[in-house]
């Protein structure tokens, strides 16, 4: 474990990789490694991308990344799709657009799928920007669709959340509103060469002027930026606001790294516990064939589902209390 | 623990514009149950070598329609072998004469699927063939 914390500190690139695999496929053994990289992490600056399937994230993002690397700056990619819910495999296919960086040393890209169950998206992908962080990357994208809350969380893991439409979505704006427009800092129309744009631009603005309430003196006004990704058009303006954005920040926080907030050590920690009790108590159940069983006396008339929640839970909890003071 | 799921990548080297054939062998992949990273089109031996370590695969499959097959499959072989990578099972397919094939699996191609093979049958090949890496057990490229 020491050797591996020593290479990832290094920046070794296959280290890294596995590192990510095991945090994804939950091996027990990846939480040493990771208490020990917490004292590295804390420097990277993270960018989320989120939008719905279509509208250009990973084109900016491949755009992002060049500019950033024009600046000697290093970037790690992590780029979200989902697992189909049917057969729990993937494609992945955010690489396409970002390959022209595979050969970069100062780039590393990295495919995650959802994976679907029980919301341990947050959690991986959180561990999963710990590692790029603790390998020395100087900024962090993780892109996402933007669909379901689970993704939302992953982009609120980030310092400046971007948000991206297109020209023509006016319903799907309506749709944003209600989840992720809070979460946004700035907000980018994409492939503003359509007819539109300004029409969206317009209406984002608006949306944005509805909720001033929370907009008060001294308070981010997040811009909405007209782009045209795949020309690189646009993209230089938005690398300016994040980090106009990022001074905010700094200023906010008054010299403390976002990482170490109280406000995002309470939701890191709380999002952990949720997904440990998670793990420790609902994955056991069902491995176990408790769960199905239950499920089998509320469907036989044998007890109702409150009775039998109380029957699965109470006594993992306090197992598990005993066994906490054994220790 | 939970058992570790199969990634593989499904990659395109070379000049070789048609990527129907990869992207629907792809899709029955995802359809079997694995992570699938599909890199596009126009790749060299090295962006696909640097991208499956990024993404930890257990598997590449490459598709050449072109003809170019023996030296693109050759190099992507030899570069995993440059940086001492014995654990990614490397196979191919498409337009590839049947006297290639020998050739092929002597560089260490592990298997070749031609046009006709059914899709049922390639993805029964990956399951028994490549496993997905557990510390300590690793699966050697033969």
């Given at each position: 474990m020491q050797s591996e914390v020593k290479k990832v500190l290094s920046g070794d690139v296959r280290t890294v990789?596995?590192?990510?695999?095991d945090i994804d496929d939950k091996v027990p053994e990846v939480r040493e490694v990771l208490k020990a990289l917490y004292p590295y992490t804390g420097k990277a600056y993270v960018i989320g991308v989120t939008g719905a399937p279509g509208v250009g994230k990973s084109t900016l993002v491949d755009q992002m990344v060049a500019h950033l690397r024009k600046e000697g700056k290093t970037v790690g990619v992590l780029a979200v799709d989902p697992t189909s819910p049917f057969s729990g495999g993937a494609i992945l296919g955010d690489r396409i657009r970002m390959q022209r960086h595979s050969l970069d040393d100062g780039v590393f890209i990295r495919s995650l799928a959802t994976r679907g169950h029980f919301g341990g998206l947050t959690q991986s992908t959180r561990s999963a920007i710990d590692v790029l962080d603790a390998m020395g990357k100087d900024y962090i994208i993780v892109e996402t669709v933007g669909v379901g809350q689970d993704e939302v969380d992953v982009v609120r893991s980030?310092?400046?959340?971007i948000i991206l439409v297109i020209p023509g979505m006016g319903d799907d704006i309506q749709a944003i509103k209600a989840g992720i427009l809070e979460v946004g800092d700035i907000f980018v129309v994409n492939k503003a060469d359509r007819e539109g744009s300004d029409k969206t631009v317009h209406e984002l603005k608006l949306m944005l002027d509805m909720s001033q309430e929370k907009y008060e003196e001294g308070r981010w006004k997040p811009p909405v930026l007209k782009m045209e990704a795949v020309f690189d058009r646009g993209v230089k303006e938005l690398l300016e606001e994040i980090e106009k954005h990022r001074m905010y920040l700094a200023e906010k926080s008054g010299g403390t790294s976002f990482r170490k907030t109280r406000e995002r050590i309470r939701e890191e920690l709380s999002e952990m516990v949720k997904n440990?009790?998670?793990e420790e108590v609902f994955e056991k159940l069902i491995?176990?064939?408790?769960?199905e069983k239950a499920v089998n006396s509320i469907r036989a008339g044998e007890t109702d589902p409150y009775t039998?929640?109380?029957?699965?839970?109470?006594?993992?909890?306090?197992?598990?209390?005993?066994?906490?003071?054994?220790? | 623990m939970k058992d570790r799921k199969l990634r593989v990548m499904v990659a395109k080297p070379g000049l070789d514009g048609h990527d129907r054939g990869a992207r629907v062998i792809a899709r029955a992949f995802r359809d079997a149950g694995f992570e699938v990273v599909y890199t596009g089109l126009h790749q060299t031996p090295e962006e696909i070598v640097q991208a499956a370590i990024q993404e930890d695969v257990d598997m590449i499959g490459l598709s050449s329609l072109a003809g170019a097959h023996i030296y693109l499959f050759r190099r992507v072989v030899e570069l995993l072998r440059e940086k001492g990578i014995d654990d990614i099972v490397v196979c191919g397919g498409g337009i590839i004469p049947e006297e290639d094939i020998?050739?092929?699996?002597?560089?260490?191609?592990?298997?070749i699927f031609t046009p006709g093979t059914k899709l049922e049958d390639i993805v029964q090949w990956v399951k028994e063939?490549?496993?997905?890496?557990?510390?300590?057990?690793?699966c050697k490229v033969k």
């Open positions: 990789a596995r590192l990510i695999r980030a310092q400046t959340t440990r009790t998670i491995q176990s064939g408790e769960f039998a929640c109380e029957d699965l839970v109470i006594p993992k909890l306090n197992l598990a209390e005993e066994h906490g003071r054994k220790r | 020998p050739k092929l699996k002597k560089i260490g191609i592990r298997e063939n490549v496993k997905p890496r557990i510390e300590g057990v690793k």
